[in-house]
């Protein structure tokens, strides 16, 4: 086999080996250790950018793992969908790794390294896997590495919201293996393409434990969305994370929107008999709801990095506003919508990371304070993350959302779709002005703050790459959404995992 036949694999090699090789060489060589971890991911965007060149043809190919042909071996799948995803976690993941080396976020203990690179291991394979069961397994090694990345820092808060996030993802755990043993037992698989094939062969005395199962499993995965009413562990959690770790999780919710959008049109589609479009009547009610609570939260959100953990919630629930209609329009909007969101997300962390780390005592608190260094060119970038949060013109997330208002615009529920949206745009935009006002428009009392204690601006470099994304999607927002919208069709054509 060539390299090229090889390179399904290399997303989750390089992160696996990357690991390791930093855990061991860190405490006494430290420049090396995050030497392995950024030319890792350096080579993940490498690896990911390869793959989607490749996925671009519209060819669906897959990798057994160790020959073992599906549905008994360990099969990854590359298509559009995934390859894209590939690419937003490798840019992420550079953006994050920069924030937190360049402020030394890092060397507050040993292990960051490492687990960063698990984590990535486990997004990846989450992304790439054909196989239900491996589903399940990537998604622990994500959420172990995630345990230690939240507690990362240490402090009461993080372990009081670390212990909160370990019991949600225990349990959610738990419910994914009763889901997958019912599926099994139904059709005698857990490999994705086998089981679409499989269901529509099960009996009609077993079709009600279908749909439960069907039921269960979508459930699972909005949990990890963080879809109201399981949404109550987000907040709590990415708020008091380090801000270069909640950077990274911005696409940690992603995973449960990839994976409904990956199982339900493939397994659950039209042939699926009574478990058809199991969680399609819950879909958008759901999604309208977890829109409207997000925004809200970061109308009455007291400090902007909790505003930027309800933010992610919100903007959850509108991007499944548009999967919630099941055309490729709208999945192409949606899968648009997610890529803007997540960095979208993860700029508005690191920005208020650089905020409050000049403010000091005020923190990121939505209150005045004495004057900081830099604030104007902050004020400008907090300005510019807000716009893209939003969804405000000129950035990506005014064309994502007119996407999605475009595309839901002929569906069943189109008003309730249209006047969420829209009011909590406002909403959102009244909450950040609130609290952009508050910091930067009015002095509190207390001397001038003095320079950042770590280096002179470099922790304005990473938010400013991730604007810059933004900024670019807005640019090249043709050949973006082309993309999407090949993704999209894909999907719903039966052109996923084989």
């Not at 507050?108 to 490492?114: A, E, L, M």
């Not at 909640?246 to 493939?266: C, E």
């Not at 699926?272 to 970061?298: D, E, M, N, Q, T």
């Amino acid at each position: 086999m060539t390299l090229a036949e090889h390179l399904p694999i290399v997303p989750i090699v390089i992160p696996a080996i990357a690991a390791p090789m930093t855990l061991l060489v860190m405490r006494r060589r430290r420049i090396l250790g995050v030497g392995i971890s950024v030319a890792g991911c350096l080579l993940l965007l490498a690896a990911a950018v390869a793959l989607f060149a490749q996925a671009s043809g519209g060819a669906v190919s897959s990798y057994a793992l160790g020959g073992w042909q599906a549905p008994f071996g360990i099969v990854l799948v590359v298509d559009r969908l995934a390859t894209i995803m590939l690419v937003l976690t490798a840019v992420l993941s550079l953006v994050a790794l920069a924030h937190a080396v360049l402020t030394s976020q890092d060397r507050k203990g040993w292990h960051f390294h490492p687990l960063f690179q698990f984590q990535l291991m486990g997004l990846n394979g989450a992304f790439l896997t054909g196989d239900l069961f491996n589903l399940f397994v990537f998604f622990e090694v994500l959420l172990i590495a995630s345990y230690g990345l939240m507690v990362h820092g240490q402090g009461p808060a993080r372990l009081k919201a670390g212990v909160q996030y370990v019991v949600v993802n225990i349990i959610g755990s738990s419910l994914f293996l009763v889901a997958l043993g019912l599926l099994y037992a139904l059709t005698g698989t857990l490999n994705m393409a086998d089981m679409a094939v499989r269901v529509s062969e099960v009996t009609a005395d077993d079709q009600g434990l279908l749909r439960a199962a069907a039921l269960l499993l979508v459930t699972v995965f909005a949990l990890k969305a963080a879809v109201v009413p399981l949404h109550l562990w987000l907040p709590r959690t990415y708020a008091v994370a380090m801000p270069a770790v909640a950077a990274l999780f911005a696409i940690m919710t992603k995973v449960g929107v990839y994976s409904i959008l990956r199982v339900v049109p493939l397994i659950f589609g039209d042939e699926a008999g009574a478990a058809a479009w199991a969680p399609a009547p819950y879909l958008l009610p759901l999604a309208l709801v977890s829109a409207a609570i997000g925004f809200a939260g970061v109308f009455t959100g007291r400090g902007l990095r909790e505003q930027a953990a309800w933010a992610v919630v919100g903007s959850t629930g509108t991007l499944l506003i548009a999967v919630a209609t099941w055309q490729a329009a709208a999945l192409s909007a949606a899968i648009y919508y997610l890529i803007h969101s997540t960095l979208a997300g993860a700029a508005l962390f690191l920005t208020a990371d650089a905020i409050e780390r000049r403010r000091r005592s005020a923190g990121d608190a939505a209150r005045p304070g004495p004057a900081f260094t830099d604030r104007q060119a902050l004020g400008l970038m907090f300005m510019v993350a807000a716009i893209g949060v939003t969804g405000l013109p000129p950035l990506s997330g005014f064309v994502g959302k007119i996407m999605i208002l475009e595309s839901v615009a002929l569906t069943p529920g189109w008003g309730w779709a249209w006047s969420v949206i829209l009011a909590t745009t406002l909403i959102g935009v009244i909450g950040f002005a609130r609290a952009g006002s508050a910091i930067f428009w009015k002095e509190g009392e207390g001397n001038p703050c003095g320079p950042v204690l770590k280096g002179t601006r470099v922790d304005l470099i990473a938010p400013v790459l991730a604007l810059a994304c933004l900024a670019a999607m807005s640019a090249f927002a043709g050949p973006v959404s082309d993309s999407t919208m090949a993704a999209a069709n894909q999907l719903l054509t039966g052109g996923g995992p084989r």
